[in-house]
T-cell receptor
């Protein structure tokens, strides 16, 4: 079974631009979560989607948004990019939504904002 | 609120030596705990998961972790380190709705 895939793998943008990242979960998984990883802040939860609905949201500004499609694929969007948005963005999928679920991670999208 | 603390941002061991990576958690409810490993330029790979079925959890690549409620700990061990174990290791606790709260990570170096 194929794992979680994320596209693109690398991205360079300039301040003020916007970016859209894509995540395809493991086949049959219906929940997708997004995390930001930076050297200073570590791994931080952005949001989680299940059945096309956002179920949980982390403490990020409104510039960070996401959505999930009927086939469980998910996208996250960051508008008005700032230098501090440079990070590795990780997507994880799980079968369902809940505390007991195991999340499986993709390889990540590395975003560099200049 | 749930939280995780990993003691030691960097651990160095010799090949063949015992690996011990420390993790302490804070949780108001019985926790679901995880260990993940991250190799350079890659995502996170699940090593093992604690679900209350057994206090000693065996994972992949020879790793195991023991849940100790009295110490609120979930330390990761491997009897004999291999060069390929060099990576960053993250302990995490599952919060409401499945949100993972991670520790700051421990970078493991293995010396030949």
């Amino acid at each position: 079974k194929a794992g979680v895939t994320q596209t693109p793998r690398y991205l360079i943008k300039t301040r003020g631009q916007q970016v859209t990242l894509s995540c395809s979960p493991i086949s049959g998984h219906r929940s997708v979560s997004w995390y930001q990883q930076t050297p200073g802040q570590g791994l931080q939860f952005l949001f989680e989607y299940f059945s096309e609905t956002q179920r949980n949201k982390g403490n990020f500004p409104g510039r960070f948004s996401g959505r999930q499609f009927s086939n469980s694929r998910s996208e996250m969007n960051v508008s008005t990019l700032e230098l501090g948005d440079s990070a590795l963005y990780l997507c994880a999928s799980s079968l369902a939504w809940g505390t007991q679920e195991t999340q499986y991670f993709g390889p990540g999208t590395r975003l560099l904002v200049l | 609120a749930q939280s995780v603390t990993q003691l030691g941002s960097h651990v160095s061991v010799s090949e063949g030596a015992l690996v011990l990576l420390r993790c302490n958690y804070s949780s108001s409810v019985p926790p679901y705990l995880f260990w993940y490993v991250q190799y350079p330029n890659q995502g996170l790979q699940l090593l093992l998961k604690y679900t209350s079925a057994a206090t000693l959890v065996k994972g992949i690549n020879g790793f195991e972790a023991e849940f100790k409620k009295s110490e609120t700990s979930f330390h990761l061990t491997k009897p004999s380190a291999h060069m390929s174990d060099a990576a960053e290791y993250f302990c995490a606790v599952s919060d409401q709705g499945g949100k993972l709260i991670f520790g700051q990570g421990t970078e493991l170096s293995v010396k030949p």
